[in-house]
C-alpha cells in the first residue's frame, strides 16, 4: 500500500503535463521535416537539367580528362572524315579531332556565358537598387534610361559596341553583358520596390535600423531567389549570343576551340560536311536548353512554394 502525504483538509491538486513546446513538439525530426518543406524535392527536369551541366562544367574545367587530345593539333591526311569509332564527331577541314575541339571548347564557351551574365546581373543590381531605393527623380531617370536601353535589341547593342571597340573575346563578352542589363535591371527594381513596402523592412525603419542594415540584412536575401533565376536563366541567353557574335566573326576567333568559332569554320562546309556544324551547335542547345529549364523550374517550384 502506498502512502499518501497529508493534505491538511485541501483537496489535492493534480497539475496537468506541460504540453510540448512547439520547439519540442514531435522531436529532433520536426526541424528536419520544417527544413524540407522550404527546400522541396527537385523535379526530374531540374535534376536532368543540373547532370547535364554539372557534366558540361567538368568538361570545362577538366577537358583532358574527357578528351585528352590536343585541340589544335591539325592531321591533313585524316581531314573531312565523317563520323566513326575512331572519330566520333568526325574531323575538320585540317584533320582536327572535332569531339575534343567540342570538349575543349566548353570551358570558353561557358566562361563568356558565365562572364557575361555576371556583368548584366552585376549591372541591374546596381541600377535596379538605385531606382527602387531612391528618391522619385533617382527612380524616374533611371526608369527612363532603362526603357531607352531597353528599346534596342540586345544583339544590335552587342554589335554596335563591337564596332566601336572591336572584336575579340573580352569585347564580345562585355557587349554581351551591357546587353542584358536593361532588362534585369527592370526585374530587380520591380523586387526591390515590393521589398521595400514589406512591413518587417518599415518595421526595421521604425527601430532606428541604418540603411545599409536594411539593405544587406533584409532587402538583399529576398532579391536573391531573384538574382538566382535570372542567373540560370541569362547563362543560357548569354551563351547563344557569344556563339552568334563568334558565327559572325566579331567574338572568338579561328582555330579557337570555342562553339561559336567552330560553327563560323564550319558554315564553308555545311553543305557536304555537316558534322562539322552539326556539333557544336547540338551542344550550344543542350546548354542553353539545360541552363533555361533549371532557371524555370526553380522559379514555379519559388512561386508554388
Same mark, same amino acid.
Given at each position: 500500500?502506498?502512502?499518501?502525504?497529508? !493534505?491538511?483538509?485541501? /483537496?489535492?491538486? /493534480?497539475?496537468?503535463?506541460?504540453?510540448?513546446?512547439?520547439?519540442?513538439?514531435?522531436?529532433?525530426?520536426?526541424?528536419?521535416?520544417?527544413?524540407?518543406?522550404?527546400?522541396?524535392?527537385? !523535379?526530374? /527536369?531540374?535534376?536532368?537539367?543540373? /547532370?547535364?551541366?554539372?557534366?558540361?562544367?567538368?568538361?570545362? @574545367?577538366?577537358?583532358?580528362?574527357?578528351?585528352?587530345?590536343?585541340?589544335?593539333?591539325?592531321?591533313? =591526311?585524316?581531314?573531312?572524315?565523317?563520323?566513326?569509332?575512331?572519330?566520333?564527331? $568526325? +574531323?575538320?577541314?585540317?584533320?582536327?579531332?572535332?569531339?575534343?575541339?567540342?570538349?575543349?571548347?566548353?570551358?570558353? =564557351?561557358?566562361?563568356?556565358?558565365?562572364?557575361?551574365?555576371?556583368?548584366?546581373?552585376?549591372?541591374?543590381?546596381?541600377?535596379?537598387?538605385?531606382?527602387?531605393?531612391?528618391?522619385?527623380?533617382?527612380?524616374? $531617370?533611371?526608369?527612363?534610361?532603362?526603357?531607352?536601353?531597353? %528599346?534596342?535589341?540586345?544583339? @544590335?547593342?552587342?554589335? @554596335?559596341?563591337?564596332?566601336?571597340?572591336?572584336?575579340?573575346?573580352?569585347?564580345?563578352?562585355?557587349?554581351? $553583358?551591357?546587353?542584358?542589363?536593361?532588362?534585369?535591371?527592370?526585374?530587380?527594381?520591380?523586387?526591390?520596390?515590393?521589398?521595400?513596402? =514589406?512591413?518587417?523592412?518599415?518595421?526595421?525603419?521604425?527601430?532606428?535600423?541604418?540603411?545599409?542594415?536594411?539593405?544587406?540584412?533584409?532587402?538583399?536575401?529576398?532579391? %536573391?531567389?531573384?538574382?538566382?533565376?535570372?542567373?540560370? @536563366?541569362?547563362? $543560357?541567353?548569354?551563351?547563344?549570343?557569344?556563339?552568334?557574335?563568334?558565327?559572325?566573326?566579331?567574338?572568338?576567333?579561328?582555330?579557337?576551340?570555342?562553339?561559336?568559332?567552330?560553327?563560323?569554320?564550319?558554315? !564553308?562546309?555545311?553543305?557536304?560536311?555537316?558534322?562539322?556544324?552539326?556539333?557544336?551547335?547540338?551542344?550550344?542547345?543542350?546548354?542553353?536548353?539545360?541552363? +533555361?529549364?533549371?532557371?524555370?523550374?526553380?522559379?514555379?517550384?519559388?512561386?508554388?512554394?
Amino acid at each position: 500500500m502506498t502512502l499518501l502525504p497529508p !493534505t491538511d483538509g485541501l /483537496t489535492a491538486t /493534480t497539475t496537468p503535463a506541460a504540453s510540448p513546446t512547439p520547439a519540442t513538439r514531435g522531436g529532433p525530426g520536426t526541424a528536419a521535416r520544417g527544413r524540407r518543406r522550404w527546400m522541396p524535392r527537385p !523535379t526530374v /527536369t531540374m535534376a536532368a537539367s543540373a /547532370t547535364v551541366l554539372a557534366v558540361l562544367a567538368i568538361a570545362a @574545367l577538366f577537358p583532358g580528362l574527357v578528351a585528352p587530345g590536343d585541340p589544335l593539333a591539325i592531321d591533313p =591526311s585524316a581531314s573531312f572524315q565523317a563520323p566513326s569509332l575512331a572519330h566520333p564527331f $568526325g +574531323t575538320d577541314e585540317s584533320g582536327r579531332d572535332i569531339l575534343t575541339r567540342v570538349v575543349h571548347g566548353a570551358g570558353p =564557351s561557358l566562361l563568356i556565358g558565365v562572364s557575361a551574365t555576371a556583368i548584366g546581373v552585376g549591372l541591374a543590381l546596381v541600377f535596379g537598387l538605385l531606382a527602387g531605393l531612391g528618391p522619385r527623380w533617382l527612380d524616374f $531617370g533611371t526608369t527612363r534610361l532603362l526603357e531607352v536601353l531597353f %528599346a534596342f535589341p540586345g544583339l @544590335l547593342f552587342a554589335l @554596335l559596341f563591337i564596332v566601336v571597340y572591336g572584336p575579340g573575346i573580352v569585347t564580345s563578352t562585355i557587349a554581351v $553583358g551591357l546587353s542584358t542589363a536593361p532588362g534585369y535591371a527592370r526585374i530587380i527594381r520591380s523586387q526591390v520596390l515590393v521589398a521595400r513596402r =514589406s512591413p518587417y523592412l518599415e518595421a526595421a525603419t521604425v527601430l532606428g535600423r541604418g540603411r545599409a542594415w536594411r539593405i544587406t540584412r533584409h532587402l538583399l536575401p529576398n532579391v %536573391a531567389a531573384t538574382l538566382f533565376v535570372l542567373v540560370t @536563366l541569362g547563362i $543560357g541567353q548569354s551563351i547563344v549570343w557569344a556563339s552568334s557574335l563568334s558565327y559572325l566573326g566579331l567574338g572568338a576567333a579561328p582555330p579557337t576551340a570555342e562553339w561559336g568559332a567552330m560553327l563560323s569554320a564550319g558554315r !564553308t562546309y555545311i553543305t557536304s560536311f555537316w558534322w562539322m556544324t552539326f556539333f557544336p551547335g547540338l551542344f550550344i542547345v543542350i546548354s542553353a536548353v539545360a541552363t +533555361t529549364l533549371l532557371g524555370r523550374s526553380i522559379q514555379a517550384r519559388s512561386r508554388r512554394s
